[in-house]
């Protein structure tokens, strides 16, 4: 570890059995976030049978990265103590490794829905098969920042589209699964007229999943419903943020305007939720950038998504 000393916040989060796991039980038990309803939109005889189940819900870490510069373990503390029960890993503070991070996150009462990675470098896979087990977590997934020029030619995304599919083939041997995260443009880029999200669609390993970024879809003018509704039952995971949604020149430089709690913003949850289907594993909460307390967007996110039943606490 490096010399690098955090400043611990004044917190009153020792606990996380306490009140953290009293809000988990109220949250379950209500049914909010556990009982299913009628799928969106079905109505009439047969179909309205049919019991919708939102979605789990997890919690990008990425969202409370400068909170986590200050104090990892508090702040992990609290997002049990707001009610959270999974995460979804990233990037650690300097001098933090993901064994120590993997800790902390048990520590707080918390576990890992999936995990953010980097591609293998020179071909070395093993570093994805510890992270797996040392989160325990089946679902790993490139984090896809920065943007590889590639995505510009058919070529160069099929370049890609190699690689995905051989770090697919190495993780199915190992019973885990791949994903890839979007951002704008591949939802805006047009190699061979196609846009890339539908190249990678038709032409990558079919185990391959999608998590898409819901706001990132937006951004590039498209609606991540209909998104959703293509790309079917390749869409494992979503990223579920808000905010004002708008593309700009400099979109690409960070950080980027700030967003707000899911529900306050320009999103559509509802038409995201009924495209969702059954497939649809894990709605994972980010906000990239913050403007205020970061938490208090958090617990409202929250309170947003299982109050509309768009998902649910396991």
Known sequence: MSDKRYPVLQTNYSNPTSKALKRRDFLKLTGLGLMGSVLPGLSGCGESDRRYIPPKLSMQLYTIRNEMEADTAGSLIRLADIGYTYVETAFWPDGLSHEQGAEMIRNAGLKVSSSHVEMPENGNMQPLLDLARLYDTDMLIWHGWPEDPRYGSLEGTRELIDEYNE???????????????????????????????????????????????????????????????????????LHIKDG?????????????????????????????SEAAGDYVEWNVVEADEVDGDVFQLLEDSLNYLISNNYARIV
């Not at 593309?247 to 700030?258: A, F, L, M, N």
Request: aromatic share 12%; with cysteine.
């Open 167 to 237: 770090v697919c083939d190495f993780l199915r041997n190992h019973g885990l699964r791949f994903g890839l995260h979007n951002h704008w443009w591949e939802f805006m880029q047009r190699p061979d007229n196609r846009f890339a999200y539908q190249v990678l669609h038709e032409e990558m390993d079919p185990d391959i999943f999608f998590q898409i970024d819901t706001y990132w879809v937006t951004v590039a003018g498209l609606d991540p419903a209909s998104i959703i509704r293509e790309l079917g039952s390749r869409v494992r995971s």
């Open 244 to 272: 004002p949604a708008e593309y700009t020149q400099d979109i690409g430089e960070v950080p980027h305007p700030p967003m707000t709690a899911v529900g306050q913003g320009a999103l559509d949850f509802s038409s995201i």
